[in-house]
């Protein structure tokens, strides 16, 4: 029986609040029915960090082909994707 596997990245780790309600929704859904690298897994992660007071938290799912014929998956939870995009715009130089 192949092992479903996911790799959890937590872009907003310096936020404690938020590290520890993705990491309680994570623990709900792993023992879900789901394979926990499914989609269904990744929706039902998302759902609980928003219903938990991230309500613009979002889940992101990236596989090589490789990894999801191993039932690898990566999921990215950013706590507001609109926030996370601003601060990583690039500002012109000045000349």
Do not use: K, N
């Not at 998302?46 to 999801?68: F, I, K, M």
């Amino acid at each position: 029986m192949l092992e479903h596997r996911v790799l959890l990245g937590i872009e907003d780790w310096a936020d404690v609040e938020f590290r520890r309600a993705v990491e309680a929704a994570w623990e709900t859904v792993r023992s879900g029915p789901d394979d926990c690298d499914s989609i269904g897994a990744a929706a039902h992660l998302q759902l609980l960090v928003r219903a938990g007071g991230y309500p613009h938290a979002e889940v992101e799912v990236r596989r090589s082909v490789d990894e999801a014929l191993a039932h690898v998956a990566h999921f990215d939870v950013t706590r507001d994707p609109a926030a996370s995009a601003a601060r990583h715009l690039a500002v012109p130089a000045h000349h």
